[in-house]
């Protein structure tokens, strides 16, 4: 396993995971763009070998922290490579002063909810029919 940052010029990558774990609601490419242009996202990629088969994007600014998408390819899962995503994003929010890390998840994600509980993560609350008016949001948060 390597986990290495997400840059620009792994766009096409980063776009090809996207489709391949979320499909239908996968973020477009133009907009994947937009958030790796921003000087508060940072991400990185999980190589298996050579191959790219998951990615974290985040965003912070001063001390407050967001994990934004995580992926891993259905093929590569329960590997550990999610938690290295994690743990590699969150030791770079730490060095760069982040201290509280929140995010949103489905609420029947439990995938999701049993990588962010054993990253010692709390559920803090939630938002009704957030997702497409109907699904609720967990909303979890990370003490670093
Ligand atoms: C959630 C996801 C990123 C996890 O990726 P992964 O690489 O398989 O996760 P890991 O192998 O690092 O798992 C670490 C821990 O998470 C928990 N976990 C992972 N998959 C789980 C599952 N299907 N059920 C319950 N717990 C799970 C376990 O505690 C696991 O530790 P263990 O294997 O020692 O028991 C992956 O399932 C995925 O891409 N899902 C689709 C996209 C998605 O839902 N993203 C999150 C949006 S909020």
Known sequence: MDIKPALIEDLITLNNLEQAVF????????????MLSLPTVFGFIAYSGKVPVG????????????ILT???LKTHRRKGFAEQLIKHLFSKMKSDGVYNVTLEVKADNNAAKGIYTKLGGVKVGVRRKYYNNK??????????
């Open 23 to 34: 499909s239908a609601n996968a973020w477009h490419k133009e907009d994947i763009a937009a």
């Open 55 to 66: 990615y974290v994007l985040g965003q912070w600014v001063e001390d407050v922290g967001e």
């Open 70 to 72: 995580i992926g891993v």
């Open 135 to 144: 699904e609720d949001a967990l909303i979890y948060q990370f003490n670093l």
